[in-house]
């Protein structure tokens, strides 16, 4: 069974930094996701890594946030600087096959992952 733990969530303030982690469980070669849900709003991406280690990031926080991956601890980062009020949200790691990828969904989109693919979530809460 896969499985994705998210930890690191926390209340900050404007400006801060916070860094997610996500545990997953290996099933072979994976891309991987970050996502985040805002109350109200649909679930969006910010963030994936591909297999060879390309990175993919939303507009709304290229240049603040960094996605790595320990292999070694079958972890997944996400480095978030300078936050903001607006990136307040729950966030998600997912993980999916590559293969998927013929598909033409692209990993930035929560479509891309299956439902038993995700983690349950850690709370970004950023005060201004």
């Known amino acids: 069974q896969v499985q994705l733990v998210e930890s690191g969530g926390d209340s900050v303030q404007a400006g801060g930094s916070l860094t997610l982690s996500c545990k997953y469980s290996?099933?072979?070669?994976?891309?991987l996701g970050w996502f985040r849900q805002a109350p109200g709003r649909e679930r969006e991406g910010i963030a994936s890594?591909?297999?060879?280690?390309?990175?993919t990031y939303a507009d709304s926080v290229k240049g603040r946030f960094t996605i790595s991956q320990d292999n070694a601890k079958n972890t997944v980062y996400l480095q978030m600087n300078s936050l903001k009020p607006e990136d307040t949200a729950v966030y998600y790691c997912a993980a999916d096959s590559p293969l998927k990828l013929s598909t033409m969904t692209p990993p930035m989109s929560p479509c891309y992952y299956g439902r038993e693919y995700w983690g349950k979530g850690t709370l970004v809460t950023i005060s201004s």
């Open positions: 890594l591909g297999t060879g280690g390309d990175t």
């Open positions: 290996k099933f072979g070669n994976q891309i």
